[in-house]
């Protein structure tokens, strides 16, 4: 009988040892992350920027992942922003705030949610900003509206074009009433940039939410969104409750709001440096370059000039 017992032991043994789940920091380790089809290599997504080979989905991708792909590894430069006083409210919950920026920023390596990079894409000098959804939720605070102030304001200066790929919830609730007027900074700091006739491109990466879509995000003289973006200011369910209908299944997703008019057009990852430089070229009317993109068909071309007017 004890090898009886010693069968039912082990069965026990490896129940207990399947109901067992991975840590996040077991996931973030592991050479494995999951989409459609079940895992997937992590080194066969970043071969593919950080794009899914099978069902096309768009992962998220950080600040560095962002400028590496639109410029090119070593070709650009990181541009060091403003940081203000941090937890200006001594905020608490079950952690200080300032546990939660420390937390945030060892994991991802950056100072605040939003970086700038400035280089060049066709030939032409270009300022651009990115917000890590790793950060916090890619939320806004006092740094992130200093950060972006900052590049409109090096834009300005230097007479480039603005680029921004939009990533987050919204405002931080950790800074409340300071978080909510980065709003209007931004927006007023856009105004200049207008002021300027330079050209203010935004790129909506999944997902874009909250404060982020309704102040600076949709401002710009063209709306360029990742396929499958979750682009939103409130959920859908407090929509769907609201008005009572039924929304499409789509809703709020970039190919929705393509349809709706509140975007221009949807850009592969792989494809955003070439289009965006050949609206750049459009915008600044250097026609030269234009004709000298010759994998662009008439179709791309007349799809993205209706974008650009």
Known sequence: MNWIKKTLNLGEKIKKLLKVRPTK??????????????????????NNLWTCG?????HRINCIQRFDI??????????????????????????????????????TGQETAVMIAKGKINNIDVTVGAINFGFI??????????????GIQHAIDNKTPFIFFPCGGGQRMFESPIALSQMTRTTLAVNELKKNNLPYIICFTDPTAGGITASFAMLGDVS???????????????????????????????????????V????ERKDLSKKIGTLLSILLKQNADISSVSDETSEDINSITKAAS
């Open 224 to 262: 360029l969104a990742e396929p499958g973006a979750l682009i939103a200011f409130a959920g859908k369910r407090v929509i769907q409750a609201t008005v009572k209908e039924d929304l499409p299944e789509n809703f709020q997703t970039s190919e929705h709001l393509q349809k709706c008019g509140f």
């Open 25 to 46: 920091k077991d996931i973030e380790n592991s050479e494995w992350t999951s989409c459609c089809k079940g895992p997937i290599l992590k080194k066969d997504l970043e």
């Open 54 to 58: 099978l069902c096309g989905k768009h």
């Open 264 to 267: 221009d057009l949807i850009v």
């Open 137 to 150: 939720g890619g939320s806004v605070g006092a740094a992130e509206g200093e950060a972006i102030i900052y």
């Open 70 to 107: 639109f410029f090119g590894k070593n070709n650009y430069e990181t541009l060091n922003t403003p940081i203000p006083m941090d937890d200006p409210l001594d905020w608490k919950d079950s952690k200080t705030y300032k546990e939660r920026l420390k937390q945030a920023r060892k994991n």
